[in-house]
């Protein structure tokens, strides 16, 4: 049991590269979420799904897409990378009692 | 806006004291409300959730405090440990929006 995996861990791009990141999780939740977590701030929801093939944009959607094709897994994705995409992407999924659990996270570095 | 924010950004304690972490929360609709540990180059850990239908919930040296009255959450860590230092967020929950504060780094010395 792995719980919620993020890959990459690491990740440096280029402005205007793309790339996505994979968050995959074997507990069998339906809700799952993509936060972005910058110095001296509190994590901010990106998107969100509340189960397969469903997505919700959350506080900072823009510059990002996700996709929830099957249940256990939720990518983020950077079709054209700016600097300000430089942060540290977690991905969470929540149970029925509403806890999150988050994964190991991203830290992706935009140049 | 509402927001969810700690009072005080780093707290040092020294090994075997207790600590108590803070959390001012404005959004008197929250109902659910988490504190979060995250170390250095993780991903946040649950510790301890309350509804808003209880004041008091414990768990294993932990302690959160929950009053509606002035809208504050704390932590409260017993006989803290050098394994506790990290940084703190506390959560709220509000029709599955889920708000973070920034976060307390707590330091443990030995």
């Known amino acids: 049991n792995a719980g919620v995996t993020q890959t990459p861990k690491f990740r440096v791009l280029k402005t205007g590269q793309s790339m996505t990141l994979l968050c995959a999780q074997d507990?069998?939740?339906?809700?799952m979420y993509w936060y972005r977590q910058d110095p001296g701030m509190g994590l901010r929801l990106i998107h969100y799904?509340?189960?397969?093939?469903?997505?919700a944009k959350g506080e900072v959607p823009d510059g990002y897409n996700v996709s929830r094709l099957k249940k256990q897994n939720f990518l983020l994705g950077l079709e054209s990378a700016a600097p300000s995409q430089t942060s540290v992407y977690f991905c969470?999924?929540?149970?029925?009692?509403?806890?999150?659990?988050f994964g190991p996270g991203t830290r992706l570095t935009v140049l | 806006g509402e927001s969810v924010g700690l009072h005080l950004p780093t707290l040092s304690v020294q090994e075997g004291d207790n600590s108590i972490i803070n959390c001012a929360y404005s959004?008197?609709?929250?109902?659910?409300f988490i504190w979060y540990k995250q170390e250095s180059g993780k991903g946040p850990q649950f510790i301890i959730d309350?509804?808003?239908?209880?004041d008091k919930r414990q768990g294993q040296r932990v302690t959160v405090l929950l009053n509606k009255t002035v809208k504050h959450l704390s932590l409260q860590i017993a006989a803290t440990q050098p394994g506790d230092s990290a940084v703190y967020f506390c959560?709220?929950?509000?029709?599955?929006?889920?708000?973070f504060g920034a976060g307390t780094r707590l330091t443990v010395k030995p």
């Open positions: 959004n008197s609709a929250s109902d659910y």
């Open positions: 799904s509340v189960g397969e093939g469903t997505t």
């Open positions: 969470a999924t929540k149970t029925s009692t509403d806890t999150q659990y």
């Open positions: 507990m069998n939740h339906e809700y």
């Open positions: 309350i509804r808003s239908n209880m």
């Open positions: 959560a709220e929950n509000t029709n599955n929006d889920m708000r």
